[in-house]
């Protein structure tokens, strides 16, 4: 598999009182709740939903060997 880059996501705050959109994004990713975190491959679809709703989002990047060996 070709060196891909992992994004780890997290959510760090509530989707009460965010629009419709953006909650719908987070639940794309795979969030369902405050401190929940998720690793997903950097893709432009995955980059789109966190730009929808970067307030709500804490984004750190993870070297692809790292991520294959989880």
Known sequence: MAQSS?????Q?????????NQRESLRSL???RIHHSV???DT????GYIKTAPHLLVV?????????SE
Not at 44 to 47: E, I
Not at 60 to 68: F, L, S
Request: no cysteine.
């Open 44 to 47: 432009p679809l995955v980059r």
């Open 30 to 32: 795979g969030l369902k």
């Open 6 to 10: 992992m994004l780890k996501v997290t």
């Open 60 to 68: 750190e990047e993870v070297p692809g060997n790292v991520a294959e």
């Open 12 to 20: 760090v705050k509530s989707t009460i009182g965010a629009k419709h």
């Open 39 to 41: 690793l997903v491959q």
